[in-house]
T-cell receptor, first 109, second 115 residues
Framework: GQQVMQIPQYQHVQEGEDFTTYCNSS?????IQWYKQRPGGHPVFLIQ?????EVKKQKRLTFQFGEAKKNSSLHITATQTTDVGTYFC?????????FGTGTSLTVIP | GAGVSQSPSNKVTEKGKDVELRCDPI?????LYWYRQSLGQGLEFLIY????????KSGLPSDRFSAERTGGSVSTLTIQRTQQEDSAVYLC???FGGGAWETQYFGPGTRLLVL
């Protein structure tokens, strides 16, 4: 079955609202990565988290890695139309990569 | 049904040898993508297939890299005269139609080590 689950699958928000996507793994991960894919584009690496409980910020984006290293979240504050795209996580168990199915974000102006 | 599969899961080769990596996409998926992830780096796009044709080969790092897809299904990525910097995890993904909003389903990857 699916090793890494990502929710929600789709999210529509008004511009200026916040957005969060969650990634959950059934097994402990050595690290987790987040990617963004713009419409018509290819996945672009955003960030990698390695440490338990780690929190990293990139401008309006906040990434968190759970204490048990089994879950992660990406939070966007005050969304903008440029945030549109699909965000997906990728968990590395050390033996294999497991990619989430992605969360497609639509920002309504 | 089954997800995307890749083989081999691990490959160790000597510098200068050729390697062939295989990807079996999800049945019915017309779009197929190859990526690689080098140690400590993010995902790097290599090539994209729509059916048997490759409209976007922009990511292939050199002419030692080539890929083909036959029958709109299985794809092989070939690396000739491997170099140590080719060591990476090579990932394959497929999607139903290749549209911008479509979910890409990734295989488990092939870990390539060039000695």
């Amino acid at each position: 079955g699916q090793q890494v689950m990502q929710i929600p699958q789709y999210q529509h928000v008004q511009e200026g609202e916040d957005f969060t996507t969650y990634c959950n793994s059934s097994t402990t991960l050595s690290n987790i990565q987040w990617y963004k894919q713009r419409p018509g584009g290819h996945p672009v690496f955003l960030i990698q988290l390695v440490k338990s409980g780690e929190v990293k910020k990139q401008k309006r984006l906040t990434f968190q890695f759970g204490e048990a290293k089994k879950n992660s979240s990406l939070h966007i504050t005050a969304t903008q139309t440029t945030d549109v795209g699909t965000y997906f996580c990728a968990g590395d168990t050390g033996n294999q990569f497991y990619f989430g199915t992605g969360t497609s974000l639509t920002v309504i102006p | 049904g089954a997800g995307v599969s890749q083989s081999p899961s691990n490959k160790v080769t000597e510098k200068g040898k050729d390697v062939e990596l295989r990807c079996d996409p999800i049945s019915g998926h017309t779009a197929l993508y190859w990526y690689r992830q080098s140690l400590g780096q993010g995902l790097e796009f290599l090539i994209y297939f729509q059916g048997n044709s490759a409209p976007d080969k922009s990511g292939l790092p050199s002419d030692r890299f080539s890929a083909e897809r036959t029958g709109g299904s299985v794809s092989t990525l070939t690396i000739q005269r491997t170099q140590q910097e080719d060591s990476a995890v090579y990932l394959c993904a497929s999607s139903f139609g290749g549209g911008a909003w479509e979910t890409q389903y990734f295989g488990p990857g092939t870990r390539l080590l060039v000695l």
